[in-house]
């Protein structure tokens, strides 16, 4: 299995001013040390609940923010700091999926003119063959080509939003809560188009999302992200079902299962508190405020990762 | 157990610039004392606009038939004096969002002294005192604090828990959620459910839980019902609904749910929620079902009582009623 994305010590600050008038700045840290890779042809989830990191991470590996610190590779070619003139040959081969298929679809395009834009731009030939056969690989016939994105509903705006990033033969596609806004039976016909096309196509996915039942289904590895680190990643097996990390269980403890015969079941465990204010983190280990298991050393030290079992890394003290 | 609320053949329809849009289309139901009941279904499919009629929140241009008897009296019939004397003292309300419920310029305190003044008739060191109490009850640390503090200087969570000590102030018979924890994360939603079914056992009211997450129906909801554009498919026992559903709707929905304890293959349901301007004849789900029979273009199935406590309106299962 060959890696098609590797990001090492990834960082990503924003500055602050303490106040209208002050001169002095705070550092936001919305992407604070994380690294991971991705093999072809997989998806690996980034989980984590509001202000997490997550989308921050995937936004930062396609450059749409210029990373802080660390390295990005994508086929084993650094593009962390490559010119924009030469980034943009290779950034045509990664795409992005957001959350809110209507504010990415452009109102006064009719859907046609939207799939072809990035096909003309980039000088293809045959356009209108071209998007015939888009249409038809994500589930959409002829006849929605002159519509315009108002008078399709949610999921068939998502499955224009996903032909028009396949236009340009993408290898690696991040994303972003693509399943979210969507009504649970639309939100199934998305994921199992996802997971066709990465069987059709070798596509490989960065799949952000805070739904742990949509991220078993989807993802072959999962990384679980807070305050801006990764605290434990490993396939969807080792984490859901050997979960190491206090923050994990209790996550996956917090997660509604839709059967109610579970629910004498399982122990009424409930995670305390919220989630800090990244400007203002914890010392030690950032989880240390709501962790059950927390001692004196979590205050002072950050953990250094784990490997409980083979790729299975946890950032604690006390895992397991 | 006695019936709280009973809903009777209600029919709710909007005039619009568009023509008519028939939102409810005979909806029945009946709520008990002290017990959490479920609407569950997909964006437009009438389960926040049942909440609303409930406390006749609704638009000019509604125009509402049927029946909602509460305590004795249809609700429908009542003033909107009387109205008034109901909503937030015998039937409360919460908000998907807490942000959009609280005053931004006023301080918690202040808007909640407000509300406490106005229907209690007590001074205001007095309803001072109430406040942090409901507060301490709601389990929000530091309730002092939160009091003088603006809504945007809260969380999410915080300041549904706020929503939810006001809603609680009058020690109202139902509580009516309309998706409490949306907005929030599946770890503070945790939070909030529990809080809700805690308080429940505490002050003795029934709750109608709006949601389209079965998950959170499956891990709250002592009954379900199910509905789909404008109509009542299916009620039953929270466990009796997943285990044997009988609507093809509802056996839909609970096909393409994953689920986070294991990967299962997901069967989507074909096709989208009708426009409720133009709505299908017969039975509003026939152009998505696989057991469409002829008879479902032309009738309406009724809401029958198939087993014991388990309702359904569809063809499949006779579909008149048994009178």
């Known amino acids: ?320 | 157990m006695n019936v709280l609320l009973s809903i009777e053949d209600l029919y709710l329809n909007f005039t619009t610039f568009w023509g008519t849009a028939y939102v409810l289309n005979g909806i029945n139901l009946q709520i008990y004392e002290d017990e959490v009941f479920g609407l569950v279904g997909e964006t437009g499919c009438g389960k926040s606009v049942t909440s609303m009629s409930i406390l006749k929140l609704l638009p000019s241009n509604a125009h509402l038939s049927g029946k909602i008897i509460f305590e004795g009296r249809n609700l429908l019939e009542l003033s909107e004096n009387d109205m008034k004397k109901i909503r937030g003292k015998k039937i409360s309300m919460i908000f998907q969002d807490p942000m959009s419920s609280l005053n931004p310029l006023f301080k918690i305190k202040t808007q909640m002294v407000d509300v406490m003044k106005l229907h209690h008739n007590i001074s205001k060191d007095e309803a001072l005192k109430m406040a942090r109490e409901l507060l301490e009850a709601v389990k929000l640390p530091d309730p002092q604090r939160v009091l003088e503090s603006y809504p945007h200087q809260l969380s999410g969570g915080m300041r549904q828990r706020v929503m939810i000590a006001l809603a609680l102030s009058f020690n109202p018979s139902l509580l009516i959620a309309d998706e409490p924890t949306t907005a929030l994360d599946v770890t503070i939603q945790k939070q909030i459910l529990e809080l809700i079914l805690e308080l429940k056992e505490k002050y003795h009211f029934s709750v109608l839980l709006i949601t389209h997450d079965l998950g959170v129906v499956a891990e709250t909801c002592d009954r379900v019902g199910v509905m789909y554009a404008g109509n009542m498919v299916e009620i039953a026992d929270v466990e009796e609904l997943f285990e044997n559903p009988l609507h093809p709707y509802t056996q839909g929905l609970l096909s393409a749910i994953p689920d986070p304890r294991y990967k299962k293959p997901l069967k989507p349901l074909r096709g989208n929620v009708p426009s409720l301007l133009n709505p299908p004849p017969g039975c509003r789900f026939h152009p998505r079902c696989d057991y469409m029979k002829p008879i479902c273009e032309k009738e309406k199935p009724e809401l029958i009582e198939y087993s014991k406590n388990h309702y359904v309106a569809c063809h499949l299962y006779g579909g008149k009623r048994n009178e």
């Open chain 1, 1 to 320: 299995m060959s890696e098609i994305i590797r990001v090492e010590h990834l960082k990503k600050y924003f500055l602050f001013k303490e106040g209208i008038f002050s001169r002095r700045v705070k550092y936001l840290k919305a992407v604070n040390d994380v690294s991971f890779s991705i093999n072809r042809g997989e998806t690996l989830a980034l989980v984590g609940e509001t202000g997490s990191g997550k989308t921050t991470t995937g936004r930062t590996i396609l450059r749409l923010y210029e990373p802080t610190g660390g390295k990005i590779f994508f086929e084993g070619k650094e593009i962390t700091n490559i010119p924009k003139r030469e980034f943009k040959k290779i950034r045509v081969q990664m795409q992005m999926i957001y959350q809110d298929p209507y504010s990415s679809l452009n109102p006064r395009m009719n859907i046609f003119n939207i799939i072809a834009e990035p096909l003309r731009e980039l000088k293809y030939e045959d356009i209108e063959d071209r998007v015939l056969e888009l249409l038809e690989s994500v589930g959409l016939r002829k006849e929605h080509m002159f519509k315009y994105p108002d008078e399709i509903s949610g999921g068939q705006q998502q499955r224009v939003a996903i032909a028009r990033a396949l236009g340009v033969n993408p290898k690696f596609l991040v994303l972003d809560e693509p399943t979210s806004a969507l009504d649970v039976s639309v939100q199934a016909q998305i994921l199992n188009l996802l997971e066709n096309l990465q069987k059709e196509r070798g596509f490989t996915y960065l799949f952000i999302s805070h739904d742990l039942s949509v991220v078993r289904y989807i993802s072959q590895r999962v990384a679980i992200m807070y305050l801006g680190k990764i605290m434990e990643i490993g396939t969807v097996e080792q984490v859901f079902e050997n979960p190491q990390h206090p923050y994990t269980k209790l996550l996956l403890e917090s997660v509604p299962v839709p059967d109610p015969k579970d629910r004498k079941r399982r122990k009424k465990l409930i995670l305390p508190g919220e989630i800090p204010s990244p400007l203002n983190p914890p010392s030690g280990c950032p989880f240390h405020t709501r962790c059950p298991v927390a001692k004196e050393i979590c205050r002072e030290k950050e953990p250094e990762y784990v490997e409980v079992e083979k790729g299975h890394f946890v950032k604690c003290h006390f895992p397991g």
